[in-house]
DNA sequence: GGCTTGACTACACGATCGTGTAGTAGTTTG
DNA sequence: CAAACTACTACACGATCGTGTAGTCAAGCC
């Protein structure tokens, strides 16, 4: 438990401390036991205020889905970003998103819709692009997991890069790196056809 | 179990039971129990066999490895892939990936270092091909990543589809779709250069 | 025939898990 | 002032886990 978190209410920081372990280390990976020490309380806390493991996780997801959308339209309704800097978000979101890719990829429904959602709206944003890909739908499911790909393998990326890209510094390393792949080309319309054929 | 399983050794049914569910759950959510009733033993043969749980593991590793190599070697060193049907050749291989993802996920340092000698390939694949990133250990690493994301996230993105991508005919649907992501470029280099200059 | 060896099972162990219960201290409310 | 409620802790429960131990059974070897 750091310095920040004293302040909070013994409830925030159970939830936070959830978020963080959870994220880490999958929902099964982190118990409650855990989480209560890393909040600094005892596990039958954790049970009065949120009733069960389950219900714990629940109000992770919520809260953390809140988050994030809140954030994100923070960040996209005005130009100007006065008062957000991407720097000083970075140590907000970023647990955030580890938490929701974690619970999404345990079974969560919650996080689950915000993925489906997300899909919807990169489908949306690549018509009114004018990018017509062959399959529309595939094509967004396939960026939508993209942008989730280097947050799930961190660990193997950051082995590759020589560089924590959980650090701000790394995060937009990598981040630039992606945005490389959708600037170059790696495959000609033609070489697609011809693989396209040859898988048939 | 099924039919084809009847005629292995318990040994290798064992192997491959962990291998599937090992893929499926994860490591810690599988229990030794869960394979040994797949595999139609008991639990003790489990230990008999492979002394722990860890060495179990470690035998999956190696062996999903060294097979997974085996099958690139034998599709790429032909041009003619006679008696290598792509068709045939997915319900051999597809858990295969599925496990070595997992694994490595959860931790297997042979399940990374098959990674890292992906991100190795494709980068010297990249540098041969005349493709010339910024960042080439970024964005080979970022590729590499790519290529796992839709094997991870398989769950989210066939509920996104409508359609189970771990069938030959969902997984080469979402294949085709990630080549159209490799093909159609999103951002011209003006747009990444205005959005590097916005996050200094 | 006796003996070893390997495949295999049954069962018990300690640890850890989520959960349930009982109780304390402090504050609020009537 | 007493009752009620909230935040919080300590402790015990059954289940499940990986692991350890003992023993059965059949095949091969002397």
Redesign the pocket.
């Known amino acids: 438990m750091d310095r920040a978190a004293e302040d909070l ?3 925030a920081r159970i939830r936070d401390a959830a978020i963080t372990l959870f994220g880490e280390r999958g929902i ?1 990976g ?5 989480i ?1 020490a890393e909040a ?10 949120f ?6 996780r629940d109000a992770c997801d919520r809260y953390a889905k809140e988050r994030m959308i809140q954030i994100g339209a923070e960040l996209t309704q005005d130009g100007d970003l006065t008062g957000l800097d991407p720097l000083a978000l970075h140590p907000i979101a970023f647990p955030l998103q580890l938490y929701l890719v974690r619970s999404m990829m345990d079974g969560s429904e919650t996080a689950t819709a915000l993925f489906l959602e997300g899909v919807d709206a990169v489908e949306a944003w690549a018509a009114g692009y004018g990018i017509t890909p062959k399959d529309p739908r595939g094509y967004a499911a396939a960026l939508a997991a993209i942008k989730l790909s280097v947050l799930i393998l961190r660990d193997q990326v950051s082995k590759a890069l020589g560089e924590d890209i959980t650090t701000p510094a790394g995060y937009n390393r990598i981040g630039q790196a992606l945005m490389e792949v959708f600037t170059i080309p790696l495959l000609t319309p033609e070489q697609v056809e011809k693989i396209r054929k040859q898988e048939k």
């Open positions: 209410t013994a409830r099964e982190a118990s409650i036991r855990d209560a600094g309380v005892s596990s039958g806390l954790v049970r009065h205020h009733g069960s493991k389950e219900a714990l």
